[in-house]
């Protein structure tokens, strides 16, 4: 990627937060919300639209993605509920099935147990920019050109912060501050001591509670993969309802 003209190069709020039920979004006019769900959610997003997706369309109410799908006619209807793929719909949250055969040049419709409420929740936020491990450096990039004080909306898990999702954050604000000064809230701070001391070694990352959900099911390879860095360079963005690039 081309580097950051000087004059976007600005310091810069980053705050972070552990699960999307406490952001406060009477407070997000003016801000950057990057909004991550590691594992899975924003990891697929990313995914599809770099497989070629036309458009993802989070939706938080399952029914609600089920009438829209169906209103929509040649689409695909993706989801998940605990992590298992929901009866009736066309894939889950594995980014594995979300193949250029699959998807590339469909819309997909998305509903996940914590990821598309985080998205959602994020709307009235002045740019809305999805975050991975995938797509780690493109989206520090892209919010420090934006040039507003940057929101790291994690989903978290049930309500709680979830670590996987603290590493990601830990990682993406490590690399906003390659590119500018920032000042960064208690827990942005803790989010980069996290990626930091287990950025070389999951093995403290793999006790935690959602890591280890998934390794009961079986989808220890989605792990790995959804925790690879810098995979793209796209940066999603939802914007009225529609996340693309």
């Not at 950057?32 to 639209?49: A, F, M, Q």
């Not at 993605?65 to 006619?73: C, K, P, Q, T």
């Not at 689409?75 to 894939?91: H, K, N, Q, S, Y």
Request: net charge negative; hydrophobic share 40%; with cysteine.
């Amino acid at each position: 990627m081309p580097p950051i003209p000087e004059d976007k190069i600005l310091s810069i709020n980053i705050k972070t937060y552990g699960s999307f039920v406490k952001l406060p979004v009477n407070h997000l006019a003016g801000h950057t919300v990057i909004s991550i769900d590691v594992l899975r959610s924003s990891s697929c997003i990313v995914w599809g639209l770099v497989n070629g997706a036309s458009k993802i369309i989070p939706v938080d109410d399952l029914g609600s993605a089920v009438s829209i799908a169906s209103r929509m006619g040649d689409c695909v209807l993706a989801g998940e509920r605990g992590a298992v793929l929901i009866p009736g719909f066309d894939i889950g949250n594995s980014p594995a099935e979300y193949t250029e055969a699959r998807v590339g040049g469909k819309a997909v419709v998305i509903s996940t147990t914590n990821g598309t409420g985080a998205i959602c929740k994020s709307e009235s936020a002045s740019n809305v920019l999805i975050g991975s491990m995938l797509n780690c450096t493109a989206v520090a990039k892209r919010a420090v050109e934006l040039g507003n004080d940057v929101i790291l909306m994690c989903a978290g898990t049930g309500g709680e912060f979830s670590a996987d999702d603290i590493y990601a954050a830990g990682a993406i604000a490590s690399a906003i501050q390659t590119l500018t000064d920032a000042e960064l809230c208690d827990l942005t701070r803790v989010s980069c001591l996290v990626y930091d001391r287990w950025k070389e070694d999951r093995t403290e990352l793999s006790k935690t509670k959602h890591y280890k959900r998934l390794v009961s099911l079986g989808l220890e390879s989605d792990i790995n993969f959804c925790l690879t860095r810098d995979l793209t360079d796209i940066v999603p963005e939802y914007k009225n309802g529609v996340i693309e690039l």
